[in-house]
C-alpha cells in the first residue's frame, strides 16, 4: 500500500511516501527557517502563507522522487493537529480535496503519533537495509521532545480482529511539560545569547567548548506528577544569570555583529562568545539533559518496559543521545532514537502511522478538520498506576 503523508503543523511542509508503513520512497521537507530566523521564533501569519505557497510544489516533489504518479497512492495521511492553526489547515484542506479528487481513503493522524512512528519506522527501515534483526519492540516509554511538546506515552500495539495483519496502537500519556518545552527552552536560550534560530543545533555545537559543571541550576522539582516536566524555571535562571551582567552586553555585541551578516558558521559564533558563555550553554544543555533522560529511565522503571523511544527535533542533540546510550545501558534499557531527518518534522512519520490507520478501516470522513489543541493517549494518574512519587 503506498501512503502519501502530508505534514504542515509548524513551520516546515512535507510530503512523503511511503510503501507499507516501512518503505520510504521519498521524504522532502521544505524548511521556512530562513524566513523565521530573523524574528527568533516561528511567526504563524508568514507560516501559514508559505504553507500555501509550498504545498502543491512539495507533494508534487515527493510523487517525482517516488517515481509514482499521484493517482497510483493508495491513501492520503494528513497531520490534523497539534500545532498551529492557520498552518494546519492548509495541509488538512490540501489532504482532503487531493483524496477526494482521487477517491483514495484518507486518514488524520496526530502529529505526536506521528514522532512516536519515526522510531518504528526507522528500525524497519533498518530491518529492510539489513542492519538489525527486528522491528523495535513494543511496549516501549517515548519522549515525544522537540519545539512545540515534552511528553511521555507508553506505546502499546493491539491486533484487534481476526486479521492478525491489521495493528491498532494505544497511547497512555504518562506526563507532559507544565510550561515550555524542552525545544522552546532551547530556542529561549539562544534568542537571549543572541545564538541564531534555531536554538537547539546552535547549543547543541557551541556547549561543546563550555564547562557543563560550571553553574549549577540544581535538579528540576516537580510536585504531583513526578513524570511531568518544566524548563521555565531553568530558562528563567539564565536570563537571571545574564542580565544586567557583563553577559548581557556580550550578547548586545553578538546582535549587532550578526546584523552584518548573511551567514554565521558556528566557528565564528563560537569566536564570538566568551568562555563564560559556552560555560553557561553547557551547563543549560546538561540541566535539560539530565532531567529529560531521568524522567524518562523513570517512566520506564514504572511503567516495567524495558525500550524507550526517543523522538521529535530535540531527539538530535548529541548530549542527549549520548546520556540516554550511557544511561540506559547500565540500567538495562535500550534506547531507539530515529536518524536526525526523522527526528524533526517530516511527513514519513505521518505516512508512516496513517498506514496503520487506512488497514484499520479508521478513516477520515468528510468532516476531518485542523485541531490546534489535539491531546493523544487519555491522562495516566500516576497514584492509581502505583507511581511512586520522587523529590
Ligand atoms: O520536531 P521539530 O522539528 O518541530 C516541532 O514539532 O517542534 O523540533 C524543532 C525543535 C526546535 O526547538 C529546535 O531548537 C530543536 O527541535 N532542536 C534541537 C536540536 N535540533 C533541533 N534541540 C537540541 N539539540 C539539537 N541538536
Ligand atoms: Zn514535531
Not at 488538512?92 to 505526536?112: C, S
Not at 494505544?170 to 507532559?176: S, V
Not at 543572541?194 to 510536585?223: N, S
Amino acid at each position: 500500500m503506498l501512503v502519501l503523508g502530508i505534514e504542515s503543523s509548524c513551520d516546515e511542509t512535507a510530503a512523503a511516501v511511503v510503501r507499507n508503513g516501512e518503505e520510504v520512497l521519498s521524504n522532502v521537507v521544505s524548511s521556512q527557517v530562513a524566513i523565521h530566523a530573523k524574528y527568533g521564533g516561528v511567526v504563524p501569519e508568514l507560516a501559514s502563507r508559505e504553507h500555501l505557497r509550498k504545498i502543491e510544489p512539495v507533494v508534487n516533489e515527493a510523487c517525482a522522487r517516488a517515481q509514482v504518479n499521484i493517482s497510483d497512492v493508495d491513501g492520503v495521511a494528513v497531520t490534523e493537529g497539534p500545532g498551529l492553526i492557520g498552518s494546519l489547515l492548509v495541509g488538512v484542506v490540501y489532504g482532503q480535496a487531493l483524496a477526494r479528487a482521487l477517491a483514495k481513503p484518507l486518514a488524520g493522524v496526530n502529529h505526536l503519533e506521528g514522532h512516536i512512528h519515526a522510531v518504528l519506522l526507522e528500525s524497519k527501515m533498518g530491518r529492510l537495509a539489513g542492519r538489525v534483526a527486528e522491528d523495535a519492540p513494543l511496549p516501549a516509554v517515548t519522549l515525544v521532545v522537540s519545539g512545540g511538546h515534552t511528553s511521555l506515552f507508553l506505546v502499546e500495539e493491539m491486533r484487534p480482529s481476526a486479521d492478525l495483519r491489521s495493528v491498532v496502537f494505544n497511547y497512555k500519556r504518562l506526563g507532559q511539560t507544565r510550561d515550555d518545552a524542552a525545544g522552546e527552552a532551547f530556542d529561549k536560550v539562544a534568542k537571549l545569547l543572541a545564538l541564531g534560530y534555531p536554538g537547539g543545533p546552535v547549543i547543541d555545537q557551541l556547549a561543546r567548548y563550555g564547562d557543563a559543571q560550571a553553574v549549577d541550576f540544581g535538579r528540576i522539582k516537580m510536585k504531583g506528577n513526578p513524570l511531568d516536566f518544566s524548563f521555565s524555571g531553568v530558562k528563567t535562571a539564565v536570563l537571571y544569570r545574564v542580565r544586567g551582567t557583563p553577559l548581557a552586553l556580550e550578547a548586545e555585541e553578538r546582535r549587532t555583529w550578526r546584523r552584518t551578516r548573511d551567514h554565521v558558521s558556528n566557528d565564528e559564533l563560537r569566536e564570538h562568545c566568551s568562555q563564560a558563555t559556552l560555560d553557561l550553554i553547557a551547563s543549560f544543555q546538561s540541566a535539560v539533559v539530565h532531567d529529560l533522560v531521568e524522567r524518562t529511565l523513570a517512566a520506564a522503571e514504572t511503567a516495567r518496559v524495558d525500550t524507550v523511544f526517543v523522538s521529535g527535533g530535540v531527539a538530535c542533540n548529541s548530549l542527549l543521545r549520548a546520556r540516554f546510550l550511557d544511561t540506559s545501558r547500565t540500567q538495562g534499557i535500550r534506547a531507539l532514537f530515529p536518524s536526525p531527518g526523522l527526528c524533526t518534522d517530516n511527513a514519513a512519520m505521518i505516512a508512516s502511522a496513517g498506514y496503520y490507520k487506512l488497514k484499520a478501516g479508521q478513516l477520515a470522513d468528510g468532516t476531518l478538520t485542523a485541531h490546534a489543541a489535539f491531546p493523544l493517549g487519555e491522562k495516566q494518574d500516576s497514584e492509581q498506576q502505583g507511581l511512586g512519587a520522587r523529590d
